[in-house]
C-alpha cells in the first residue's frame, strides 16, 4: 500500500513564493518517478513537474519552467515543489503522485493541497 500526503499550501501574494512537500510511505521502493499535477477550478488536471526516484531527472510545464523547482530527498521518501514568482494563473489544487515505470500511468495519488495566489 502506497500513501502520498502533501503539505504547504497556502495563500500567497502574486511574485511570492511556496514550497509544497509530499511525504510518501509504503512500497516507495517500487517508484520510478514522482511528480506534481494541479487543477483548477473549471479545469482539467494538467502535469507540473515530475522527478525520477534513483537519477533524479526533472521535467516541466512550459508554463512552470524557471519559476518551480522539483526536488526529491529519498531518505526521507519526500519530493518537493518550490514555487517562486507565482502568478494567480497558479491557483489551484496541487496533487502529488507516484509511479512504477517510466511509461506507466500516475497510480498513487494524494488528496491535494491548496494553492490561493490573490492579485
Known amino acids: 500500500q502506497v500513501q502520498l500526503v502533501e503539505s504547504g499550501g497556502g495563500l500567497v501574494q502574486a511574485g511570492g513564493s511556496l514550497r509544497l512537500s509530499c511525504a510518501a510511505s509504503g512500497r516507495t521502493f517500487s517508484f520510478y518517478a514522482m511528480g506534481w499535477f494541479r487543477q483548477a477550478p473549471g479545469k482539467e488536471r494538467e502535469f507540473v513537474a515530475d522527478?525520477?526516484?534513483?537519477?533524479?531527472?526533472?521535467d516541466y510545464a512550459d508554463s512552470v519552467k524557471g519559476r518551480f523547482t522539483i526536488s526529491r530527498d529519498n531518505a526521507k521518501s519526500t519530493v518537493y515543489l518550490q514555487m517562486n514568482s507565482l502568478r494567480p494563473e497558479d491557483a489551484a489544487v496541487y496533487y502529488c503522485?507516484?509511479?512504477?515505470?517510466?511509461?506507466?500511468?500516475?497510480?498513487?495519488w494524494g488528496q491535494g493541497t491548496q494553492v490561493t495566489v490573490s492579485s
Open positions: 503522485a507516484a509511479k512504477g515505470a517510466i511509461l506507466a500511468r500516475y497510480k498513487y
Open positions: 522527478i525520477t526516484w534513483t537519477g533524479g531527472s526533472t
